[in-house]
């Protein structure tokens, strides 16, 4: 399966107006985001959890990385409420649920598969830091090949990047303008390394999951077996 697999083209979807896809676990439902390959994938998704449900206990060999935007994401290592981030490096296990339902954003199969940092932040407990005019960050991850953060968008603010390497964003709160496109919360934009962001956020601002220097290599489907 591919979907927004061309990543020299800019991506965007307004996941608010997508349906919900029931995942092949009962309770679990997908809004999928982008993709490549099959039972096993590159890809990035919106994943809702109902009440209840959970996941069978598996190995990310490529790796996960997710956000919680709603509720309390569980494993049998612990709670994640909302604005918990994590990263589950390769080789890693775990067997998710939802007590009382929860919905993350997650990447999987998008890791250095050398990587082994295991990474727990919660974003609520933090205090942002100025970086450029109207423009706050909480850092979440850094390596060679990409840096992930939490951005705060003042009010209006006229937000401009290049030589990112790739460009990827999902709006947590507010909403902000680029390409004549609003982007409102859980919407999502990826540009390729080309492509520089040149956006403004609207008149409450914005809080975004931010990765950039992601797509420097483009990515391609996971190598299963090999």
Same mark, same amino acid.
């Given at each position: ?124 407990? @933090? ?12 850092? @979440? ?28 964003? @999902? ?56």
């Amino acid at each position: 399966m591919e979907l927004n697999a061309n990543f020299d083209d800019r991506a965007a979807v307004h996941s608010e107006q997508e349906p919900w896809v029931a995942s092949p676990m009962k309770g679990v439902d997908r809004r999928m985001l982008d993709r490549i390959g099959d039972e096993v994938a590159r890809a990035t998704t919106i994943v809702r959890y109902a009440p209840g449900s959970a996941f069978s206990a598996h190995t990310h060999t490529g790796g996960e990385e997710f956000l919680v935007l709603d509720g309390v994401f569980q494993d049998e290592h612990g709670d994640f409420p909302v604005g918990t981030y994590v990263r589950n490096p390769p080789t890693t296990a775990h067997t998710p649920s939802a007590a009382d339902g929860a919905t993350i954003f997650v990447k999987l199969w998008q890791f250095d598969m050398e990587d082994r940092q295991q990474v727990t932040i919660d974003t609520t407990k @933090l205090t942002p830091e100025t970086v450029r005019e109207g423009v706050a960050q909480i850092p @979440l991850f850094e390596d060679a090949r990409e840096r992930v953060r939490i951005e705060i968008w003042e009010a209006n603010a006229a937000v401009s990047e290049a030589g990112h390497d790739g460009f990827e964003a @999902l709006v947590i709160e507010g909403s902000f303008s680029e390409g004549g496109e609003t982007f409102a919360a859980n919407s999502w934009l990826r540009l390729p390394p080309d492509a520089p962001l040149s956006a403004v956020a609207d008149v409450e601002g914005a809080r975004l999951w931010v990765k950039t220097g992601h797509l420097a290599i483009t990515p391609t489907a996971p190598k299963v077996g090999g």
